[in-house]
């Protein structure tokens, strides 16, 4: 029988030289790094002076930042690494930079510029709106994980620049949902102008809640790691850090390399998808429902007499 001869360790080191040798050269042309790394070289060099200067990350005598930082993208669904980790402490550690609560005082841009959104929905500062994603737990933590998959999940609530949130959600005072059994989805406006108060405020609330929607499909397209039904290398621990880690990634990349390709092709997919159904559930009336309703009202009644006159 043949025996097994490991290879001498100066053949290891030659072949890690290779393999650094070529991703760096990769990393170079802005295709392979957006194939690579999902953003471009200029941002991925920004993205290394960020995370030097957390102090979580360290050029070694082995192994450079920059090869640290690629390989976490690279190589993060195979290997579990103190890179890896020191990698993730270092994204994380910038949340406050790239996770800012919306403020309570200050309109968002998108409102304050469009007669279609102001002064109707001033008082709102967010889209909320939730994703799942799959988690691998023990057997016997699995039926608190359980929802509309057939997978274990954890269900990650977002919310993106204004408090509107879709049929989903519960209508109340401080978070206005659309209208239901009212035409909503953008998709159903196609070619159509909205025939009362209630389909022109669905339209425009469907406007605006885009946002979260578009957020979502930009960030898991972006991080596969994320999207995927494939059971998680990771224990559900590691995978909140890792979801929390890629939206703050999400929100850096948005500033510095936005991805334009993404972004379309995310807004082609949101417009050709079928319009989800409608939760018809009895909503519960109670008077945060009632003071919600009123508002929603009062906000549909004044925009459809200014659309009236501006007809």
Not at 68 to 87: D, Q
Not at 113 to 119: E, L, V
Not at 136 to 147: C, H, L, N
Request: glycine share 6%; charged share 30%; proline share 4%.
């Amino acid at each position: 029988m043949a025996k097994k001869v490991d290879k001498p360790i100066r053949d290891h080191i030659i072949g890690r030289e290779e393999i650094r040798t070529i991703l760096l050269r990769q990393l170079r042309k802005t295709s392979r790094c957006r194939d690579i790394l999902r953003m471009g070289p200029h941002a991925f060099l920004e993205l290394c002076a960020k995370l030097r200067a957390t102090g979580h990350v360290k050029d070694t005598i082995h192994v450079t930042i920059k090869e640290t930082i690629s390989f976490f993208f690279h190589r993060s669904g195979e290997t579990i690494s103190r890179n890896f980790h020191a990698v993730l402490r270092a994204v994380i550690s910038l949340e406050e930079e790239f996770l800012q609560q919306p403020s309570e005082t200050t309109i968002p841009s998108e409102i304050l510029r469009s007669n279609r959104f102001y002064p109707y929905f001033k008082d709102c500062i967010g889209a909320i709106d939730g994703t799942h994603v799959r988690v691998k737990v023990p057997i016997a933590d699995q039926p608190r994980f359980r929802g509309r998959k057939e997978w274990p999940t954890q269900n990650v609530l977002a919310a993106c620049k204004f408090y509107l949130g879709d049929a989903g959600f519960m209508l109340k005072h401080a978070l206005i949902t659309p209208y239901r059994g009212v035409r909503y989805h953008l998709k159903e406006f196609a070619g159509r102008e909205p025939e009362n108060a209630y389909e022109l405020f669905n339209l425009r609330h469907s406007s605006l809640r885009n946002v979260i929607e578009r957020s979502f499909g930009v960030l898991k397209k972006r991080f596969a790691i994320i999207a995927g039904g494939t059971e998680p290398y990771y224990d559900v621990e590691v995978m909140v850090d890792i979801v929390l880690a890629c939206i703050i990634l999400h929100n850096f990349l948005m500033g510095v390399d936005p991805n334009q390709y993404l972004i379309s092709q995310v807004d082609r997919e949101l417009q050709n998808n079928n319009p989800e159904a409608t939760n018809e559930e009895r909503e519960e009336v109670n008077e945060d429902y009632r003071r919600g309703a009123a508002l929603r009202d009062n906000m549909a009644a004044q925009m459809w007499a200014d659309y009236q006159i501006e007809r």
